[in-house]
C-alpha cells in the first residue's frame, strides 16, 4: 500500500469524527438540554401517552347443552308399571316418579341407596337418618316426635305409617326397599326404558334420569393451542359463569377456600388471640359444619373466611384468589360474586318484596334478577353461583320442623352443586353433615368425614 494512499484514508477518517464531535457538541450545546450545569437547572423531559392494554385468549369450542350425568332408576317392587312420568318432567320429594299396580313410588331425598327393610329393631344406621329427615321434611311427624338421628323408633314408625296412609300404600310401619326412589336431590326425567303394561320386575331398570342444573359439556383438545392475540376476545369459559361467581371465577381446580396458618388477635390490653393457626381447605362441591362452643372463635373464623375481616397473620384464598392482596372497594366487589351468606337474624328488608331482597344480592354482581324469611335469605346467598355458601346457625331462630326443612334445602343445594359451610353450635347439626370440623380454643381439634352421612 502506498504512503500517499494510506495518507488519504486517515485524512477521511479524522474527517469523520470532526463532523461526529461537531454534531454531539450542537446537542449538548442547545438551550433547554444540558446536564444539570446550564442555566435554567432542569432537564428537559418529552412525554408520551402509554394505552394501558389486556392481553386476551379467545378459543371457540363448541359444546352441548344438557342436565349433566344420567343415572338408571331401578325397580324394587314386583307386579305392572301402570304409570310413567313425561320425558324432561321434573320430579321432586314426595312426588311420584313412577307407579306399580297403580301404587306410586315416590321420589326422596338421600344419596344411600335402599339396601335393607327398615322397621323398629334394625340396626341403627345412617339410611334411618335418611328416612326420617324425609318424613320430617315431607310433614308426617306433626307432634314434632322425631329426633333425626340412626335409630328407627316408635315416633318412626308412627311417621311410616302416616306416610303410607298419604301414598295409599299398606300401613304397615315398616320400609321396604321398593317403596321409594332415593336420589340426590330434584330430578329431570330423561329416557324411559320401560312402558305402560310392563312386567315391574326388582333390578329391572325403568327410566334414566338427570339433575334439573343445566350444565355444558366441552371436549377439551389439550394438544391444541390457544390463538392469542392483544385486544380484543375474551376467554370463553366451557361452565358459562359470570367472573366473580362460581366456578369462572378461579384457577381450574382451585378450592372453594383455603385457610393456611391464620391468626387473629385483637388489641387489648391485654391482647386477646381468637384464632391461632388455623389451616383448612374446602374443596368444591363439599358440606361440612364447623362447630364448637360459645368463644371457640366460630363467628370470628366465618367472618375470616367470609373476608368480612381481615386475618392478623396468614393467607385466605377464596377459589384460588388471594384476598389478602385485594383493596377494601376490590374486595367488596370480589366478595360479592364468591361468597353466599345465610344468618341467623335473617337481614332481609322488610319493605322489599322477596324478589328484590333476592335481587339485592346482586348489585355488586351486575346481572338483573331472574319462602319463608330464611328460605328467602338463602335464595338470595346463592343466587350468583358463589365460591361458597357460609350459613351461620340458620336454624337458631326457628322450631325444629322448620329448621329440618331449611337444612333440607341447604342439602338439596350441595346436591345440585354448591359448597356450602354450616357453622353451628349444635352437635345434631354437626352431626347431619358429612364432614365435621370442631373447633376450640381458636385452633381446630378434629376434622372428621363420615361415610355415609349427609344425603
Do not use: C
Amino acid at each position: 500500500m502506498t504512503r500517499r494512499g494510506r495518507a488519504g484514508r486517515l485524512a477521511a477518517g479524522a474527517a469523520a469524527l470532526a463532523v461526529l464531535g461537531a454534531a454531539a457538541w450542537a446537542v449538548a450545546a442547545r438551550p433547554g438540554a444540558a446536564t444539570g450545569d446550564q442555566d435554567g437547572g432542569e432537564v428537559a423531559t418529552a412525554t408520551a401517552a402509554v394505552a394501558r392494554r389486556d392481553l386476551r385468549a379467545t378459543e371457540e369450542v363448541d359444546g352441548t347443552l344438557g342436565y349433566g350425568d344420567t343415572r338408571k332408576v331401578v325397580n324394587g317392587r314386583q307386579g305392572t308399571i301402570t304409570a310413567l312420568p313425561a320425558e324432561g318432567a321434573v320430579v321432586t320429594r314426595g312426588q311420584a316418579l313412577y307407579r306399580v299396580d297403580a301404587k306410586p313410588v315416590p321420589l326422596l331425598y338421600g344419596r344411600l341407596p335402599a339396601w335393607r327393610p327398615l322397621s323398629v329393631g334394625v340396626d341403627d344406621g345412617p339410611d334411618v337418618r335418611q328416612l326420617e329427615r324425609n318424613l320430617v321434611a315431607l310433614g308426617h311427624d306433626p307432634d314434632r316426635d322425631i329426633t333425626v338421628d340412626d335409630h328407627f323408633t316408635r315416633a318412626t314408625r308412627a311417621a311410616v305409617r302416616r306416610w303410607q296412609e298419604a301414598a295409599g300404600l299398606e300401613e304397615t310401619g315398616s320400609f321396604e326397599q321398593g317403596d321409594a326412589v332415593w336420589q340426590p336431590g330434584p330430578v329431570r326425567v330423561g329416557t324411559l326404558d320401560a312402558a305402560v303394561g310392563d312386567p315391574a320386575r326388582p333390578g329391572s331398570p325403568v327410566l334414566e334420569v338427570t339433575s334439573t342444573t343445566r350444565q355444558v359439556t366441552i371436549a377439551l383438545d389439550a394438544s391444541r393451542p390457544v390463538r392469542r392475540g392483544p385486544g380484543r376476545g375474551r376467554r370463553r369459559r366451557p361452565a358459562g359463569r359470570r367472573p366473580g361467581g362460581g366456578a369462572g371465577m378461579s384457577p381450574e381446580g382451585a378450592p372453594a377456600l383455603e385457610l393456611r396458618g391464620v391468626v387473629k388477635r385483637y388489641p387489648g390490653p391485654p391482647e386477646v388471640e381468637v384464632l391461632a393457626g388455623v389451616s383448612l381447605t374446602v374443596a368444591r362441591g363439599e358440606l361440612l359444619a364447623i362447630a364448637g362452643p360459645s368463644g371457640s372463635g366460630k363467628s370470628t373464623l366465618l367472618h375470616v373466611m367470609g373476608t368480612l375481616d381481615r386475618p392478623t397473620a396468614g393467607t385466605v384464598l377464596v377459589a384460588g384468589q388471594e384476598v389478602g392482596r385485594l383493596s377494601d372497594r376490590a374486595l367488596s366487589a370480589f366478595r360479592a360474586g364468591a361468597v353466599g351468606f345465610v344468618f341467623q337474624q335473617f337481614f332481609l328488608m322488610e319493605g322489599m318484596t322477596t324478589l328484590d331482597n333476592v335481587a339485592t344480592g346482586l348489585l355488586y354482581v351486575g346481572v338483573p334478577a331472574a319462602e319463608r324469611r330464611q328460605r328467602v335469605a338463602i335464595a338470595r346467598a346463592v343466587v350468583a353461583r358463589p365460591a361458597i355458601v357460609l350459613a351461620d346457625e340458620p336454624t337458631g331462630n326457628l322450631d325444629a320442623a322448620t329448621g329440618a326443612g331449611v337444612l333440607d334445602l341447604l342439602e338439596e343445594l350441595h346436591a345440585e352443586g354448591s359448597t356450602i359451610a354450616v357453622i353451628t353450635h349444635d352437635p345434631a347439626i354437626a352431626g347431619r353433615l358429612p364432614r365435621r370440623i370442631d373447633l376450640r380454643d381458636g385452633r381446630i381439634e378434629r376434622d372428621l368425614v363420615v361415610q355415609g352421612v349427609g344425603g
